[in-house]
Nanobody, 114 residues
Framework: VQLQASGGGLVQAGGSLRLSCAAS????????MAWYRQAPENERELVAR???????NYKDSVKGRFTISRDNAKNTVYLQMNSLKPEDTAVYYC?????????WGQGTLVTVSS
């Protein structure tokens, strides 16, 4: 299974971006889908997650600014990022996980300028 992440780029502080993660097989609806990020010299951290029943959870610093969602028909998960801050700058990775698998996308770079 491949996860293809896209949507990253350069944006000014206060701007918005929408990341997409398309899975090559129909796993989005039944998986714990998440977005992680890793800034230079930092560990990879969980940003947002959506579970099969639709419940979402977020890193405290992005609550109210980021929204994770999924389109089961398109087998795609999204991360809408609003009011971006320079500290959101990182490579963002999507992840699909269940007991029997753990897949990672290739990462997409988000750079927020001040």
């Amino acid at each position: 299974v491949q996860l293809q992440a896209s949507g990253g780029g350069l944006v000014q502080a206060g701007g918005s971006l929408r990341l997409s993660c398309a899975a090559s097989k129909r796993i989005v609806s039944g998986s714990y889908m998440a977005w992680y990020r890793q800034a230079p010299e930092n560990e990879r951290e969980l940003v947002a997650r959506i579970v099969p029943n639709g419940i979402t959870n977020y890193k405290d610093s992005v609550k109210g600014r980021f929204t994770i969602s999924r389109d089961n028909a398109k087998n795609t998960v999204y991360l809408q990022m609003n009011s971006l801050k320079p500290e959101d700058t990182a490579v963002y990775y999507c992840n699909a996980r269940r007991v029997d698998y753990n897949y990672w996308g290739q990462g997409t770079l988000v750079t927020v300028s001040s």
